[in-house]
């Protein structure tokens, strides 16, 4: 006849909390014991693009690309020339990336094609990796793409900034400035309340009353030189009087870009120059 063994309760609750332990647990991660590993951080991290690998062919990234990876399940960052959006879902070391928005800036050769590379590798599905600052996603195809961690970096201050207009606003659609005039308009906004600069041809300047709670910009009627322009210059100049001539504009300032928005749904944005 068999007999059972019985342990004394305090003897078993000891066995069972010890068996527990060890399931969760990696063995040998330590000395002298074991740890759980825990998931890579991914999130609120400005990652810099460093290449792409597709095929086994690496790109370097000729631009400013970059992603961050939001705690409320977005995806922002920048391509390399063109901005987007996505919805995107961080679970343990798995990023999962819907389809998303991009403004429409035409942009150098060598740029686009690094662009698309990345457009289409940061998308579905991804395995992350993290190792000292560095972030490798991998998609199922085996293609790659490498980050690394960018120190954090202060919004630059609205006033006493010369902001060189990069893009313009047209409801949904954002485009480079034309062709030819680029970084020929700007503004200029300092701590007595006043805007000046250059349209793209003509100088002007107007009253701006800041009010930085509600990011408002209150604009009074503007001021400008009179010179006969033409060509690119002039298409600029008409853009940048659509949003300027309104009476208020919203402002959004991130790291070194500054967005203009007024409420005819027209825009701009421009940026800081390198520190």
């Given at each position: 006849?068999?007999?059972?063994?019985?342990?004394?309760a305090?003897?078993?609750?000891?066995?069972?909390?010890?068996?527990?332990?060890?399931?969760?647990?990696?063995?040998?991660s330590?000395?002298?014991?074991?740890?759980?590993?825990?998931?890579?951080?991914?999130?609120?991290?400005?990652?810099?693009?460093?290449?792409?690998?597709?095929?086994?062919?690496?790109?370097?990234?000729?631009?400013?690309a970059?992603?961050?990876?939001?705690?409320?399940?977005?995806?922002?960052?920048?391509?390399?020339?063109?901005?987007?959006?996505?919805?995107?879902?961080?679970e343990?070391?798995?990023?999962?990336v819907?389809?998303?928005?991009?403004?429409?800036?035409?942009?150098?050769?060598?740029?686009?094609?690094?662009?698309?590379?990345?457009?289409k590798?940061?998308?579905?599905?991804?395995?992350?990796?993290?190792?000292?600052?560095?972030?490798?996603?991998?998609?199922?195809?085996?293609?790659?793409i490498?980050?690394?961690?960018d120190?954090?970096?202060?919004?630059?201050?609205?006033?006493?900034?010369?902001?060189?207009?990069?893009?313009?606003?047209?409801?949904?659609?954002?485009?480079s400035?034309p062709?030819?005039?680029?970084?020929?308009?700007?503004?200029?906004?300092?701590?007595?309340?006043?805007?000046?600069?250059?349209?793209?041809?003509?100088t002007?300047?107007?009253?701006?009353?800041?009010?930085?709670?509600?990011?408002?910009?209150?604009?009074?009627?503007?001021?400008?030189?009179?010179?006969?322009?033409?060509?690119?210059?002039?298409?600029?100049?008409?853009?940048?009087?659509?949003?300027?001539?309104?009476?208020?504009?919203?402002?959004?300032?991130?790291?070194?870009?500054?967005?203009?928005?007024?409420?005819?749904?027209?825009?701009?944005?421009?940026?800081?120059?390198?520190?």
């Amino acid at each position: 006849m068999r007999k059972q063994l019985s342990l004394p309760a305090a003897v078993l609750a000891a066995v069972l909390s010890a068996a527990l332990t060890a399931c969760g647990t990696d063995a040998g991660s330590g000395p002298g014991g074991s740890s759980v590993a825990e998931d890579p951080a991914l999130t609120g991290i400005r990652w810099s693009v460093e290449s792409v690998t597709v095929e086994g062919e690496k790109t370097a990234n000729p631009t400013d690309a970059h992603i961050t990876l939001t705690d409320e399940g977005r995806a922002e960052g920048s391509y390399g020339c063109n901005r987007f959006g996505a919805d995107a879902t961080v679970e343990g070391d798995t990023v999962t990336v819907g389809q998303g928005t991009m403004t429409e800036i035409g942009c150098e050769k060598p740029v686009m094609q690094f662009e698309e590379l990345l457009r289409k590798a940061f998308s579905g599905t991804l395995t992350a990796a993290v190792d000292d600052g560095r972030l490798t996603l991998t998609t199922r195809q085996g293609d790659t793409i490498a980050l690394t961690s960018d120190p954090a970096v202060p919004d630059a201050p609205l006033t006493g900034t010369k902001w060189t207009v990069t893009s313009l606003v047209s409801g949904e659609t954002v485009s480079s400035a034309p062709a030819g005039a680029e970084q020929k308009a700007h503004l200029t906004l300092d701590d007595e309340g006043t805007m000046r600069g250059s349209l793209g041809c003509n100088t002007f300047s107007v009253a701006a009353d800041v009010d930085a709670a509600q990011s408002t910009i209150t604009l009074s009627k503007l001021a400008t030189t009179r010179k006969l322009c033409e060509g690119p210059e002039a298409e600029l100049e008409t853009a940048v009087l659509r949003v300027l001539e309104q009476d208020s504009v919203t402002y959004e300032i991130e790291q070194r870009a500054l967005t203009l928005t007024a409420e005819n749904g027209r825009g701009l944005t421009a940026t800081a120059p390198k520190s």
